[in-house]
């Protein structure tokens, strides 16, 4: 079989046949026929010869069938090839604009009747909205034309092909082709016809394309309409029924500005929008309208004349059984979630997505930072030489796909910044792109991170810089360069809007200091807030080889280079679950913000524009978690951006418990995203009267013991604690380690802490070195009083001189065991540490430990620099519900500052213990889970962790940070822990 000129999938530039130029993808009352459905399959390893399968006699018999839209790899169990993920790397080699022979493609047919009386429509049009990654098309048997750009729409006139009755199209798509050098971007390769394709109608008198710009100024609305139709389209109407518009124009020269006065502005948060018609006398144009304006004024990025900050998400399109392939009702529930979560922005990260999403954004409110589908990461290898950016013969791709990207999406009111791309390095072709955006558009900025020095963008845009980093860039500046720019260009960059286009990696366990970036934005007002990388984890459903389903990530489809679990960087699990980090990031985002001051509280609404006229706010007073009085509170309505001091209610303060006072601004109504009653902000008043500490007994009168001994609810062996309340229990043993998160094994960023952490060396590989997770127990006494029990240890791991002194001092204290456990880090060590904490392992027995109820902060796990979302409260849950199921098992579960724990069995209480602080007023938290630390370290996936028949109690002292060096900083050296000395004191009794 023959092959196809190599020419054909190797050309930079674009297919041949598609129209040009490209248009709004518009709601028409014109006929179509969704071409969506069962299509005849089959693929094939290369990219052979099209033989006679585009005929119409063609028998396709023998194919397999396979749903369009859909991606080839993820139908038929793997018989049609397997997904690939890359973050960098290309999967082929780096020879542009070639690609491999060996190149899956996927050839599709389909027949279709065309409907009774098309033949009166002047033109008919075959449209797709996504194929990955170039195709060819032919209509019976006739071929029409090509096209590139995976995520970008592409039309084809199929007139003259088309006939009355039964019509045959097919479709020869190539997984790699010369536009995949520009389409490297973060996510899974995924071939295929994946969105709509739909057959149109267009009529004699028609309307091509409308653009309605509507602005916005001090009430008063400002219109401008471009509308392309050939001559016999007109006369064309513009209606605005609500705003009791009418205009006719005549002539396309006619079509002019007007202005309308008693209008009501569009925005993220008030996203008011107008039905608009637009017509000739063979078709009607629907378009929803928002009036807004969006400008740059000095270093300020303005809508409507405020200020905006972005609180944003990068969002790829990812499912983990459709994979790109759009479901309107799961994407309304996406954005729903986004604004539940205090979301108000989006990046559409790195290509447009499916055009019906930024209808729901325009309707549910959100900022939306519109990229280009361009990404060439892969050249970063080969330090960008070769890179298409710079390249003349890739130019006229370049300036296609910008300009198919803001044709498509122009008319919609939530896209307030047009991106070029991502991660493509820079050049003239780029500065080509922005010029046309700069022309088309003069409204809207042009946003793009990689232009450092600033030559061809508005904004100020940079990737996972550090806190300080970010906080010099909020300043004029002057005591540090910009990174990669000289002085010149870096004054060119602080007059502009600074964006964090990505920040805070949300890859497992994290990410932290978050709440030290949003300090930032209302210190700095040329900082504009950013865009959490990122919305979701991308794993793709599949199973184990015991038929278990788990989500899985590069390297699980036998890729001959991947890039791991990077694609499993999400706020939100792929099952739609939000993680803890997106708890944390809603409560450090929230619009209302409360300050207690003595006995009052300040209400500051920091919106960009609404008022809280749709927020109720309510109290509650708790006693060690216990409700006693509640109450709604009486706050008068607060304009954007202004504040109010407010009475606090009067609490009634226990002497014996500790007493917290809540306050919770809820909506007041129903909305399309929440119900009445959703909580949009919160803050805590601890009203505690002061209690004093119990003092300890001391012990006297030591000597050497061994052999058996009863303490209260305890029994020891030798020294060695066997039973608690009648239940087997081993430990308390020292816990210095834990399984390490993702950020823990992340090199990437500035090492904000360079006495405790070494740059281009991971926390987990030192910690690993320094033996964490294998250390062993020397016994070096065991003395016994009446009423107590002394054990001293020294702890340290094989090959290490490093050691630990743990002194454990069991004891009958008014009535109660208490256990109080002192640990002494020799001299040496160097780096920081994961945890310092002390671990109780508890067999099943005939009752397992499944549960525990808890007074702390709660009901999320949280550590140092991740607490913002946790209250403190009585919690409880199950042993499985504690922890989360992140993609690759990690540190999970711990919750700070407990003060009462009660263990569970069956839903009865087993096992009571209630902390006391050190010194200090330290408290410790705990993790309980069915995995040691050790254990969940060697597992890649959930399913690989073993059977177990133990619950691990761990009591922590301290935990290290969180930070987000898994692409980005450190932990915050506040939040990094050291080695040092600390207690746990312990009281214990039978549940």
Known sequence: MPSEPSSYVSDPTPGRGALRPARSWLHSDAPSLS???????????????????????????????????????????????????????????????????????????????????WSEAERVVLRFDGVESLFKLWVNGDEIGSAAGSRLAHEFDVTSSVRPGDNVVAVRVHQWSAASYLEDQDQWWLPGIFRDVTLIARPAGGIEDVWVRAGFDDGRGRVEVEVTADATAFPVTLRLPELGVERVWSTAADVAAFDIDGVEPWSAEQPRLYDAT???????????????????????????????????????????????????????????????FNVNAIRTSHYPPHPRLLDLADELGFWVVLECDLETHGFDKLGWVGNPSDDPVWREAYLDRIRRTVERDKNHPSVVIWSLGNEAGTGSNLAAMSAWVHARDAERPVHYEGDHAGEYTDVYSRMYASVLETEQIGTDGSRAPLMNCTPAQGARQRTKPFLLCEYAHAMGNGPGALDRYEDLVHRYPRLHGGFVWEWRDHGILTTAPDGTPYYAYGGDFGEVVHDGNFVMDGLLLSNDVPTPGLHEYKAVVQPVRFAFDGDDVVVTNLRHSADTS????????????????SGDMKVSVVAAGDCERVPLPSVPVAPDAETWLTIDAVLAADTAWAGEGHVVATAQLDRSAPRAVPVARPVTDWTPSGGTLTLGVAEFVDGSLVRLAGRAVAGPR?????????????????????????????????????????????????????????????????????????????????????????????AGWRTVWPRIGIRFDLPDGAAPVDGAEWFGLGPHESYPDSLRAARTGRFSSTVRDLSVEYARPQETGHRSQVRELALTSAGSKVLRIVTLPDTRGRRPGFTLGRHTPQDIAQARHPFELPESTTSHLIVDAAQHGLGSRACGPDVWPEFALRPESRTIRLRITAG
């Open 35 to 117: 071409l969506n459905g069962s299509w005849r399959f089959r693929l094939a390893p290369t990219a052979s010869a099209p033989e006679d399968f585009t005929a119409d006699a063609f028998d396709d018999g023998g194919w397999d069938s396979i749903p369009v839209p859909s991606h080839w790899v993820l139908q038929g169990d793997g018989e049609h090839g397997r997904p690939i993920y890359t973050n960098v790397q290309f999967p082929f080699p780096i020879d542009p604009p070639h690609v491999p022979d060996e190149n899956p493609t996927g050839d599709y047919r389909r027949h279709f009747d065309l409907p009774a009386g």
């Open 278 to 340: 637009v017509s000739s006398a063979t078709e009607t144009v629907s378009l929803r309208v928002g009036f807004r304006t969006v400008e740059i004024r000095g270093d300020r990025f303005l809508v409507n004349g405020r200020r905006v900050v972005f609180h944003g998400m990068n969002r790829h399109e990812a499912h983990p059984e459709r994979g790109r392939v759009f479901d309107e009702e799961h994407a309304r529930a996406d954005l729903a979630r986004m604004k539940r």
């Open 614 to 629: 749709d927020l109720r706010f309510r109290w509650r007073v708790e006693h060690d978690g216990t409700l006693v009085d």
């Open 734 to 826: 020292l816990e210095l380690f834990r399984a390490p998160t993702d950020n823990d094994e992340g090199t990437s960023g500035e090492v904000e802490d360079s006495d405790a952490s070494i740059a281009g060396v991971s926390n987990a590989e030192l910690w690993r070195r320094d033996g964490l997770d294998r250390l062993t127990t020397r016994r070096l006494s065991v003395e016994r009083a009446p009423d107590a029990l002394r054990t001293v240890s020294k702890v340290s791991a094989a090959h290490s001189a490093l050691s630990v002194t743990v002194e454990t001092l069991w004891s009958l204290q008014d009535g109660e065991l208490e256990l109080r456990v002192e640990i002494q880090p020799s």
